[in-house]
């Protein structure tokens, strides 16, 4: 049976293998993500679009004090589920997000080392047969995922994987990870996760032919090995076929402030400023708002100078900025319901006043010249907004709009060199 799987570190590093496969992860997890052209289409099979993710640890290890311990795999695996990382998946076929159903721990074996999938696959269905495990009956988005202790190595070159085996009529899906540090882990983990939920079967989310240059899966984990953190867990990225690139769907914070519309006026000395802080999805079509815990979110406001005039802990801060032109800047942490913090930070530098309307004047300018000389309705039917037109009345209308550009240019440069002993300072 063909299945995905992560090459062991130490077959071969930093390359790509064959039969849906993954080789090994370097020792940085990053680079080698695939290209724009990369192609991935849904063949129809079966999904989990709204995983439970059943972990079970196995061996006598997890008795005593391993690195990592049980319980800081089980954090990790809580805060990726928890994170924005899976809303990527939304794209293949409207996969959603996925929780943690339970963590079972056998103590009373030891898999052997090196183990198979064969191994894996008896074990798992005797848990469920015994009572230890739930069933898949009646839940097909159940994932076992088994978990054996650091150390303990599987009898391929491949140190993750993920496929499914037949019990009592039904597709049991189930992974497997290794450890050799929580890092290894959490990264081994998401790239099976994703590639669990979006092709279980090898039957739905691959590549099209040749695009790992491999036989068996192709699936969106196998193209990309670039790595970034979810609330301090390192993950991999995926492939995303709307974005034509690798990506780890993150939650970021983002600091605005209002400025003149479209001409973005510097701010002025001693000038008043409301900033405004939020979360926003990475890539920017990522939808936060089906993440809980991005529900109550707490603010925490520093700035560099200037006086703090208001909202020191909500959304938004009032600064009063100072009266030079150094340069200053405004930070924020925004903490979510489940205790992720996100930090920003805008940079600014004042301006002096003058300076500021000799900056608005040419914009009014630049306003000025686009509404009347170049999107004016008279012009409409001329294909290149540089040929003269023609008609009497359109030559009048040039004619006054170029006098009043000519006013406006004016009133810039007295102004300008009014202020100009000021530019310098």
């Known amino acids: 049976m063909a299945a995905d799987e992560i090459r062991r570190e130490d077959q071969a590093p930093s390359a790509w293998t064959s039969g849906g496969v993954v080789s090994a992860l370097s020792e940085e997890f990053g680079g080698g993500d695939a290209g724009p052209g990369t192609t991935f289409t849904d063949g129809g099979g079966p999904v989990l679009s709204a995983v439970q993710v059943q972990l079970l640890f196995w061996g006598s290890a997890w008795n005593s004090a391993t690195n990592p311990s049980l319980n800081q795999v089980v954090t990790a695996v809580q805060t990726i589920l928890n994170s924005p990382y899976m809303l990527g998946l939304a794209q293949y076929r409207g996969i959603g997000l996925g929780t943690l159903a339970g963590t079972t721990t056998i103590t009373s074996s030891n898999p052997p080392n090196p183990f198979s999938d064969a191994n894996v696959q008896s074990f798992i269905g005797s848990q469920i047969t015994a009572g230890a495990l739930p069933s898949p009956v009646g839940n097909p988005q159940l994932l076992y995922v088994v978990v054996p202790p650091s150390g303990v190595a599987a009898s391929g070159p491949f140190i993750g994987e993920h496929s499914y085996f037949g019990q009592s009529g039904l597709n049991v899906h189930y992974a497997w990870v290794t450890i050799s540090s929580l890092v290894g882990l959490t990264t081994i983990f998401s790239h099976e996760l994703v590639e669990s939920c979006s092709d279980p079967e090898g039957t739905a989310i691959t590549g099209v032919a040749g695009t790992c240059g491999q036989s068996g899966w192709c699936e969106i984990g196998d193209v990309c090995q670039s ?31 209002p400025t003149q519309e479209d001409c973005e006026v510097p701010f002025v000395e001693g000038q008043e400023v ?95 010249a686009q509404v009347n000389l170049f999107v004016n309705p008279l012009w409409d039917p001329l294909p290149d907004p540089w040929t003269m037109p023609t008609h ?34």
């Open 274 to 368: 409301e900033f405004h802080a939020r979360l926003v999805g990475s890539p920017a079509w990522i939808n936060l708002s089906s993440l809980p815990q991005l529900s109550s979110l707490s603010y925490q406001w520093t700035s560099s100078a200037g006086t703090i005039t208001g909202a020191v802990n909500g959304q938004q801060l009032k600064v009063r900025l100072p009266g030079s032109h150094a340069p200053m800047s405004v930070s924020v942490t925004i903490t979510d319901g489940g205790g992720c913090q996100y930090q920003a930070s805008y940079s600014l530098r004042p301006i002096d006043a003058g300076l500021a309307g000799i900056l608005e004047l040419l914009c009014e300018l630049r306003r000025y």
């Open 227 to 257: 790595t970034n953190t979810v609330c301090g867990v390192t993950v991999q990225s995926y492939w995303s076929q709307q974005d034509r690139s690798c990506i780890v769907p993150r939650a970021v914070a983002a600091i605005s402030a």
């Open 392 to 425: 009497a009345r359109d030559i009048r209308a040039l004619d006054s709009s170029l006098r009043t550009l000519a006013e406006m240019s004016g009133r810039v440069l007295k102004l300008y060199e009014s202020e100009v002993g000021k530019i310098g300072r």
